[in-house]
């Protein structure tokens, strides 16, 4: 069975400044895929990032990036130039390869971005 | 519809009554999962339909639970007998290939009294 574990319950950030967000997972699969998703106070949840497991690099989107550490089982994310609006509630998941999105997600961490 | 859309926004029930929660995912989306995310928790997975039929419900927590998704686009999910643990937000999501990108609605919020 897989597990996430996000051990930040709470998080803060300057505007403008850069905070990393930790995660780490547990799995027995060979194939997986890992994410970040973003839930603002409307409740959906948002993908900001996807890393496919076997991919050595590490994913990015614009101010959002990885650092995917496959034998630690390790992913966590880093928010560069950090906004107002990208104060929310992150949940890291992972899903097995193959047939199914059958996300497993941790706990979450707060972020909060401070003007 | 944009995108996938949750009804109620917010149903607040007695113990013991029976509730429908509905979602209507993306159109031509083929997948719809239904998770379950309680106070301060990430969402827990309780079942998912590849079409039609549910291909995996393992998630679906006792027998008063149930999902529906009969022309494989709008899906129901049905709890009977509602108890104060079932509180929780509703979530529900659809993608377009099983693995591939998932979008999820905003949720239904249920509280039990």
């Known amino acids: 069975a897989q597990t996430v574990t996000q051990s930040q319950p709470e998080m803060s950030v300057q505007e403008a400044e850069t905070v990393t967000l930790s995660c780490t997972y547990d799995?027995?699969?060979?194939?997986?895929?890992l994410f970040w998703y973003k839930q603002p106070p409307s409740r959906q949840m948002i993908l900001v990032i996807r890393q496919e497991a076997y991919k050595q690099q590490n994913a990015t989107e614009n101010r959002f990036s990885v650092n995917f550490q496959k034998a630690a089982k390790s992913f966590s994310l880093k928010i560069s130039d950090s906004q107002l609006g990208d104060a929310a509630m992150y949940f890291c998941a992972s899903v097995p390869g193959g047939a199914t999105n059958k996300l497993i997600f941790g706990t979450g961490t707060l972020l909060a971005v401070q003007p | 519809g944009a995108g996938v859309s949750q009804t109620p926004s917010n149903k607040v029930t007695e113990k013991g009554k029976y509730v429908e929660l509905r979602c209507d995912p993306i159109s031509g989306h083929t997948a719809l999962y239904w998770y379950r995310q309680s106070l301060g928790q990430g969402p827990e997975f309780l079942i998912y339909f590849q079409g039609t039929g549910a291909a995996d419900d393992s998630g679906l927590p006792n027998d008063r639970f149930f999902a529906v998704r009969p022309e494989g686009s709008v899906s129901t999910l049905k709890i009977q007998r509602t108890e104060r643990g079932d509180s929780a937000v509703y979530l529900c999501?659809?993608?377009?290939?099983?693995?591939?990108?998932?979008?999820f609605g905003q949720g239904t919020r249920l509280t039990v009294v």
């Open positions: 799995t027995s699969e060979s194939d997986y895929y």
């Open positions: 999501a659809s993608s377009r290939l099983v693995n591939t990108e998932a979008f």
